[in-house]
Every structure is written in structure tokens, then in C-alpha cells.
């Protein structure tokens, strides 16, 4: 293949990569604000799904550290499959967590009691933690937008075989993607307990 023929793929990658780095989070904060019942569609809140996809973030970071260690041990394929696996659950998670907010009000960081109303008692108790989780909460959102990208652009290279330039995009995905996963799972520990039951 010639480097001209390689350049033309690359930028109708890039200009996907763009366009669908764009449209999944408008579509997301979107959907975010949108619930099936304003549409008549009567569904019982899928409040089963948020400890399923936390569990899958908690996954996906396992993957991400399982395919550095593969690659660090020159096992090619293997990482292949750990990465193509981590996208996947990804993947899966951001059609959970949809589906979860179409059906579910948003839950509220210690500052309601189960009957949505402001419990002020409660709210002071949590003081100090109702920031910690909001930090974290507002740098995994902001990293969650950033990481698609980087993430696309990432697997492109490998599939194109640009091992030089895949390698040195891996290094700062991997980071960012592992501490999206993480905060992930403990943004869900955090709110857990204000869960509707």
C-alpha cells in the first residue's frame, strides 16, 4: 500500500473517529434529559442495571491492565483480544447506562431521602464527601467525552498496523481510559446508598 493510499485511509478514519466523537456524547446528554414515559411508553425503572455496569467498568479496568501486561510480554494477540474485549464493555456499558437513565430519574448525591425530597440532616452528614464525589464525578464525565477519541483513534492505528503511532496514542489512553473505569466504579459505591429502593 502505497503512502498516499494510507493517508486517504487515514483520514476518512479520522473524520469518522470526529464525527462519532461528537455524536455519542450529544446523543448521551441528550437521551441523559429524555425519559420513556414523557413519550407514553410505561416501563418500570431499570434499577437493576447501575450495579451491572459498574461491575462492567470494574472489568474493563481489569482488561486494560490484563492487555498492558500482555503486550509488555510480547503477547500480540492476546492484548488484541484484552483491547478488542475492553471496547466491547465499554460498548455494553454506555447502552446500559442509557437505558438505565430513559427509565430512572437521576439519584442524587446525599441530599434526598427516597421520596425526593431535600433530607438537610442527611446532607450535612455527608459534608466533605458530597465534594469529594462530585470531583470525581465531574473529572470522570469530562474524561468519559475525552477518552472516545483517543480510544478510537488508538484501535485504528493498531488496525492499520502503525504500531509506532498506536504505541505512543496508547500511552496516554491507557492512563485515562483506566481511571475512567475506576471512577466509574466508585462514583457507584459513592451514590449506591441513595439508590431508590
Avoid: Q
Avoid at 411508553?41 to 455496569?53: A, G, M, Q, R
Avoid at 461491575?55 to 483491547?83: D, F, P, Q, Y
Avoid at 480510544?151 to 492505528?157: E, G, I, K, P, Q
Amino acid at each position: 500500500m502505497s503512502k498516499k493510499e494510507i493517508n486517504s485511509i487515514d483520514t476518512k478514519f479520522n473524520n469518522l473517529i470526529m464525527v462519532v466523537s461528537i455524536l455519542i456524547p450529544l446523543i448521551v446528554a441528550v437521551l441523559f434529559s429524555v425519559k420513556l414515559k414523557d413519550f407514553g411508553i410505561d416501563v418500570e425503572p431499570l434499577t437493576f442495571l447501575p450495579p451491572i455496569y459498574a461491575t462492567i467498568n470494574g472489568i474493563t479496568a481489569l482488561l486494560l491492565i490484563a492487555a498492558v501486561i500482555s503486550i509488555k510480554k510480547c503477547k500480540r494477540k492476546l492484548h488484541e483480544n484484552l483491547m478488542t474485549t475492553a471496547i466491547m464493555c465499554s460498548v455494553v456499558f454506555l447502552i446500559m447506562y442509557v437505558a438505565y437513565h430513559l427509565t430512572a430519574d437521576s439519584t442524587k448525591f446525599g441530599d434526598v431521602n427516597h421520596d425526593g425530597i431535600v433530607d438537610e440532616v442527611e446532607l450535612a452528614k455527608v459534608g466533605v464527601w458530597r465534594i469529594v464525589y462530585f470531583l470525581i464525578l465531574i473529572s470522570h464525565i469530562i474524561l468519559s467525552i475525552v477518552i472516545i477519541p483517543l480510544v478510537l483513534f488508538t484501535f485504528a492505528r493498531a488496525l492499520a498496523e502503525r504500531f509506532d503511532k498506536h504505541k505512543k496514542l496508547a500511552k496516554i489512553t491507557f492512563p485515562i481510559w483506566l481511571y475512567v473505569a475506576i471512577t466509574g466504579v466508585v462514583v457507584f459505591i459513592m451514590i449506591s446508598p441513595y439508590y431508590a429502593k
